[in-house]
């Protein structure tokens, strides 16, 4: 397979663009993705011969139009004004996605579709997540730049005079976990938990069919130039069977891809064909792949880390990390560091709902599976000793032998995290918080980011603190996390209020005029579309399924616990799903306060529905556990 096209290069010109693709006829489509506000990507299949005949149209972003309405482009295409150009991106790599199950028998090789990154544009204006991450970089790039120039010398990075920089880079890299498991068998969920907690499973040996996936995995994503770092199992999973034929059964594990950093723009449509290459790859060989937050309750999520870098290009051609301390044993970061830092924190709550806008990405982030429910961070007890504490929601990563490696890694991302809005909303908001210190000294943005609840400080918001060298879940109560750090949404339509409840905090992300009070409404109004939309028809149909499941066990022996336990369990089906004429059950009062737009009622309502339901089934397995 080395003889095919993987990559065309970013800014390749037109000439040599139409020459590989002369030179590759297996390549026979093309595809513009596009990505709406909810991170979903098109893709549709073009005869290459329209874009070699009409590439300027293609430039120009006359020659492929979609229907906006039929994608989350909410309030803005809609029925009755819904079409949108698709101009392509040259700015960035264009990946081949060939179909190893439609083979061309004259060339002897898989068809391809050569998947180019495009914008969406609806009346003039771009409307797309890619455009406004471009358009973010823009901005905050030109916004650094004028403020180095008018202060040339920053605390921690003595050794760059800002009359010297001339470009800024935003650089980033995701993290990658996912389930993988044998199509439609169930999981053993008791069984795997225990094999988490025995700490049975990371990093363990992949064995048959697995190995030999990840290793196709990874030798397909270095062809496509995505220098893949490493890849292996993650903490959940259980040893598969052997079935009488020697093949494998019963597989379930979690595994992780970790791959090379690169440009903020690259970086999150890296990402995105990552996952494309994963998923096909393991299902070609029989495996089922899943990159949902929390595909199993009770059990480690996928996670999604996202690290961010950010560095300056000097008159002379050096690359300067603009995180790094010229003298990192004596200061963790350097004044532009601790400031995107601190502005990353202080205006978590409005990143917050482009981090995790589903009911799935805030089931994984919960205590006791290393997922951060906390707004905090950790530095390390000294500037010698690099911090790795998993306990936290941002981490600052240093390597005191290479300064290019300082970066901060945001933990709270899930796969089917929108990145290009995630990274976009975290620029904004570090050039916030960077505009906020270049004027103090190392140590006085060490003590500002140190300072304990109730203390007054030049940024940071008095009453909250923001850093913590402990264990944030077990030297620390819910209430006192609550208090110090902030309490986290429980619900979907608790992360969009914050765009409502902040709007200090909403101006530092709107300021740019990319993620503009239009893309807000969008990605908002769709995010509550999709919670209305899979409470009702998805996660209430399986609760009941849940409480109809929690049937009487008939036995010749039953105790009064068994009478005890089932009284309670009953209690709690019918307070669940058991409607009178007088009273409607928690399920019924539920949808109506959705269909009747009171999400108010809904989210509180979906909380105590959650709880219930657990404690549902805590009790019936302790009644099924106890029955001869």
Not at 34 to 39: F, P, R, V, Y
Not at 122 to 139: N, P
Not at 155 to 181: P, R
Request: charged residues 25%; hydrophobic residues 40%; proline residues 3%.
């Amino acid at each position: 397979m080395n003889e095919l096209l993987y990559v065309i290069p970013a800014n390749s010109n037109k000439e040599d663009i139409l020459k590989s693709l002369q030179e590759h006829p297996e390549i026979q489509f093309v595809s513009l993705v596009g990505i709406d506000m909810a991170g979903n990507d098109t893709d549709e299949k073009i005869p290459v011969g329209i874009f070699l005949k009409d590439i300027d149209e293609f430039y120009a972003g006359t020659a492929v139009q979609t229907d906006g309405s039929s994608v989350v482009l909410t309030g803005i295409a809609t029925l009755n004004n819904a079409k949108v150009d698709m101009p392509i991106d040259p700015s960035v790599n264009w990946f081949v996605d060939y179909n190893m199950e439609n083979f061309d028998e004259t060339m002897e090789k898989p068809v391809g579709t050569l998947r180019i990154p495009s914008f969406l544009i609806h009346e003039g204006k771009r409307v797309d997540s890619r455009a406004v991450l471009a358009d973010t970089l823009v901005y905050v790039r030109k916004e650094l730049l004028a403020l180095f120039k008018k202060h040339p010398q920053v605390a921690g990075i003595g050794s760059v005079n800002g009359n010297d920089i001339t470009d800024i880079q935003f650089t980033s890299a995701t993290e990658l976990e996912f389930w993988v498991k044998t199509p439609l068998e169930e999981a053993a969920i008791e069984e795997m938990s225990a094999s988490q907690v025995l700490s049975e499973q990371y990093w363990e040996r992949t064995h048959g069919i697995v190995r030999t996936a990840l290793e196709q995995c990874l030798t397909v994503l270095d062809r496509y130039g995505f220098k893949v770092e490493m890849g292996h199992k993650e903490v959940g999973g259980l040893k598969a069977q052997i079935d009488e034929s020697g093949q494998m059964t019963h597989v379930c594990e979690q595994l992780e891809i970790d791959w090379r950093f690169a440009d903020a723009l690259q970086a999150a449509d890296n990402e995105l064909f990552v996952r494309t290459i994963v998923k096909e790859v393991f299902r070609t060989i029989g495996l089922e792949v899943n990159f949902k937050a929390k595909p199993m309750i009770g059990l480690a999520g996928n996670g999604e880390h996202t690290h961010i870098g950010m560095a300056a290009v000097t008159k002379d051609g050096k690359l300067h990390n603009l995180f790094t301390a010229d003298d990192q044993k004596k200061d963790f970061m350097s004044a532009v560091g601790y400031g995107a830092l601190m502005g990353l924190l202080k205006n978590y709550e409005v990143i917050n709902p482009f981090v995790s806008a589903t009911n799935d990405s805030l089931n994984r982030l919960k205590p006791g599976f290393e997922a951060p429910v906390c707004v905090v961070t950790s530095l390390g007890h000294t500037p010698e000793i690099p911090s790795r504490n998993r306990t936290i929601l941002a981490g600052l990563i240093r390597d005191l032998g290479n300064p290019y490696a300082t970066r901060f890694e945001l933990r709270a991302c899930n796969p089917y995290t929108n990145t290009y809005l995630v990274l976009a909303a975290i620029y904004s908001a570090c050039l916030d918080g960077i505009e906020a210190c270049v004027t103090h000294t190392t140590a006085e943005c060490l003590a500002e980011l140190s300072k304990e609840a109730g203390e007054t400080g030049f940024y940071l918001e008095r009453d909250r603190a923001y850093r913590s060298e402990d264990d944030v879940f077990e030297d620390y109560t819910e209430e006192e996390r609550n208090r110090i750090f902030s309490a986290p949404p429980a619900t979907v339509w608790e992360n969009m209020q914050n765009f409502e409840n902040h709007p200090d905090k909403l101006a530092v992300l709107t300021a740019g005029g990319a993620l503009r009070g239009q893309i807000i409404d969008a990605f908002r109004s769709g995010a509550l579309l999709r919670w209305k939309t899979e409470l009702i028809a998805r996660i209430i149909p399986e609760m009941r399924n849940i409480v109809r499941n929690a049937k009487e066990i008939k036995s010749d022996y039953v105790t009064d616990l068994d009478s005890y336990n089932w009284n309670k369990i009953n209690n709690l089906r019918s307070y669940l799903a058991k409607d009178s004429i007088d009273e409607k059950s928690l399920f019924t009062l539920l949808i109506h306060a959705l269909n009747d737009g009171d999400y108010a009622t809904a989210s509180g309502l979906q909380v105590e529905m959650n709880d219930k339901v657990e404690e549902l089934k805590a009790h019936y397995d302790s009644y099924v556990k106890n029955m001869i």
